[in-house]
């Protein structure tokens, strides 16, 4: 317990890190996977290829994607860049999906009517269309950001993984404390995150949480 | 007046889903587009918003040509409702309403209070302002989709098949408040529909379209039930088409007979029934004396005794007619 009181900075910076690691993979991979989303409803041709594509970058290993992409980037091999890019890889391989899937849930009848009292296909797309998406993207939001709260750590193999740093110095100190730490916060990082969307959500959507039709007036 | 000129809408698969329609939709009036599916009636309205665009031909509203400005800006200008209602799921009743006049950029005041008075005007409760389109039933989500087309006060509303999705309870009380509605505020309507019966009872026009469309006739609809044009439009309209025309014929000078001794009145001189071996047999469906000779003639088939009953605007009896003097009025 020593520990945790002489390490009590370290292990904000770590949390800190970790946060800040997989929190901007996610914004990142929601602006990148809405317009693609977006694209590919007006184009169908291009849904089934993205999904596909999408699945198969999921399926890269991590070790593997934290690797490589320096020599691809050009960036520094301890360079947080790599890790941000690679999550924000597997955000979007996931969210496109979501988004597609989202974006076709909008009533055909809701956007005849929309086109038809004059909404422009931008405004249509921001005020109608994604709030309409909203239950269907955060149900692959908060898919993404558990899984790259969890994948984070890994990058701790190349030396830049928040909490999974504590596993390393844990590992390599043959000391179990520093491991339980890091993988106490890393749960309650995904419990907290994920409370936190699922509370966004309800805010963004009050509408969808009130089905009790009315009896004909 | 919206014109059409030769208008064609050919998809590139070859199909002619509109073909060379050329008709005048007059201004203030409701105009029916009525016909079997795939005859053009949704496309031919949708050209006039151009949500769908035409392949050849001219539209004109009061003799501007619809292409001269930008759609969105067109639409914005023209009310809209569909079946379903269409509305926005995640927005509340009077946001809902509020769409057009929060496009055009109204001030935040002035648009709820045009929503508020058109959901009034609709015959909608305003506690319902707040809910959700989910809470509503499907005739009060249609009011609330006819109070949307209505809120930036357009001069023309586009409808398509609005009540076709309702049961045909609400159906019959949405097209009654709809006459009501027209009569106050005189939009020019054109109204989409398939069933050949709300096309009579709505329109000032009718316009029979046929499969690939093509105008088979253009007439109100006593006209059109008098003077079918050819064997499609006579068919289309159904078997029952002289019945029917009987409700664009007035019931005034009927010979009426006097009041009966055997029919009895309350103290206002409303009719209780017919006194028949110490009973009372109920009287059925009355009629006015302005009211359409649809109205005699069903008085007479309703009632247990073969006599029509009259009443005035109060309820009052004045007379009464049977079979044998209203066939004398029917006979040509």
Known sequence: ?217 | MIEFEDVTKQYPDGTVAVDELSLRIPSNEITVFVGPSGCGKTTSLRMINRTIERSSGRITIDGEDITAGDPVTLRRGIGYVIQHAGLFPHKTVVDNVATVPKLLGWDKKKTRATAMELLERVGLDLKLAERYPAQLSGGQQQRVGVARALAADPKIMLMDEPFSAVDPIVRQQLQEELLRLQRDIGKTIVFVTHDIDEAIKLGDNVAVLRVGGKLAQFAPPAELLANPTDDFVESFIGQDRGYRKLTFLKADNLPLAGLPADLSLDDDGQPLGWKRGGELIPVGATFKPGGSLRAAMDSVLTSAVGQGVCVDEAGKAVGVIDYTALAGVLRP
Request: proline share 5%; aromatic share 6%.
């Open chain 1, 1 to 217: 317990m020593t520990w945790i009181g002489d390490n009590t900075a370290l292990i904000w910076e770590q949390l800190r890190e970790h946060l800040y690691l997989a929190l901007v993979p996610m914004l990142l991979g929601l602006l990148i996977s809405i317009p693609l989303g977006y694209v590919a409803t007006r184009f169908s041709w291009l849904a089934n290829p993205l999904v596909a594509l999408g699945g198969v970058l999921y399926s890269l290993p991590s070790i593997a994607l934290f690797i490589v992409l320096p020599a691809i980037l050009g960036t520094q091999v301890l360079s947080s860049v790599n890790i941000i890019v690679a999550l924000t890889i597997y955000a979007v391989s996931l969210l496109i999906r979501n988004v597609i899937d989202g974006l076709r849930s909008v009533p055909e009848d809701v956007l005849q009517a929309a086109v038809s009292v004059g909404y422009g296909t931008l405004r249509r797309v921001v005020t109608i269309d994604l709030p309409i998406a909203v239950p269907v993207i955060f149900a692959g939001l908060r898919v993404v950001t558990v899984a790259n709260i969890s994948m984070v750590s890994v990058g701790a193999i190349i030396g830049i993984g928040g909490l999974g740093e504590l596993f390393t110095t844990g590992f390599q100190q043959d000391f179990l404390t520093p491991i339980v730490v890091g993988v106490v916060l890393s749960l309650a990082l995904a419990l907290v995150a994920d409370i936190l969307l699922v509370g966004l959500q309800r805010v963004l959507t009050p509408w969808a949480r009130v089905i009790s039709p009315v009896k004909e007036a």
